[in-house]
């Protein structure tokens, strides 16, 4: 199942509200999770079952979508949000990713 | 906290294997799978496999199907992976991560956290 993350990639300022959207190449239910990585870092979690918060993340993160198309939207953008995003199908194997949303500062 | 740390950095010719450790912490081992994903310099991330921390049932990428092997040593509360014939494709940063499953409902959705903090393997002449 490919996965296609928009856009590539996305300059913001912190305070904004930003949407990544990931679409599948065919129906995976919920089974989507988001995460975000910084450089030189491992993949941290956000969200699984496309819209269920990990434990701890700030509610600014959310997550909606069903079937092929998902959405990760950040609230108000802090600091610490410019990272890689990722979207990761786990319905299927093999489980595959997006090839990522890179979050920049304006 | 849970936590999972891997072994060090490697540096293989083509054709030699490498193995990964992950030793896991923080949670009871045989109650959550471990996976094994890699991310090569600007490729998306791979998932390589997982394996059933508690009866060693493994699943491997069609991709890597051969060449990858998942281990767990339940004593140790560690993870193994070892990757044979290697060749400079191979070059990447390999994680470990803790593969768990949460009822939602009626439904189970498996999720993929922490993640180690990476491996880098460096395949070169």
């Known amino acids: 199942i490919q996965l296609t993350q928009s856009p590539s990639f996305l300059s913001a300022s912190v305070g904004d509200r930003v949407t990544i959207t990931c679409r599948a190449s065919?129906?995976?239910?919920?089974?989507l999770a988001w995460y975000h990585q910084k450089p030189g870092n491992a993949p941290k979690l956000l969200i699984y079952a496309a819209s269920t918060l990990k434990s701890g993340v700030p509610s600014r993160f959310s997550g909606s979508g069903s079937g092929t198309d998902f959405t990760l939207t950040i609230s108000r953008l802090q600091p610490e949000d410019f990272a890689t995003y990722y979207c990761?199908?786990?319905?299927?194997?093999?489980?595959?990713f997006g090839q990522g949303t890179r979050l920049e500062i304006k | 906290q849970v936590q999972l740390v891997q072994s060090g950095p490697e540096v293989r010719k083509p054709g030699a294997s490498v193995t990964v450790s992950c030793k896991s912490s923080?949670?009871?081992?045989?109650?959550?799978?471990v996976y094994w994903l890699r991310q090569a310099p600007g490729q998306r991330l791979e998932w390589m496999g997982w394996i059933n921390t508690d009866n060693g049932d493994t699943k491997y990428s069609q991709t890597l199907q051969g060449r990858v092997t998942i281990i767990r040593d339940t004593f140790a509360n560690t993870a193994y992976m070892q990757l044979t014939s290697l060749t400079s494709e191979d070059t990447a940063i390999y994680y470990c991560?803790?593969?768990?499953?949460?009822?939602?409902?009626?439904?189970?959705?498996?999720?993929?956290?922490?993640w180690g903090q990476g491996t880098l393997v460096t395949v070169s002449s």
């Open positions: 923080g949670y009871t081992f045989t109650d959550y799978s």
């Open positions: 991560a803790r593969g768990g499953i949460s009822m939602i409902g009626t439904t189970a959705h498996g999720w993929v956290d922490p």
């Open positions: 065919q129906d995976i239910g919920s089974y």
């Open positions: 990761q199908q786990l319905t299927t194997y093999p489980i595959t």
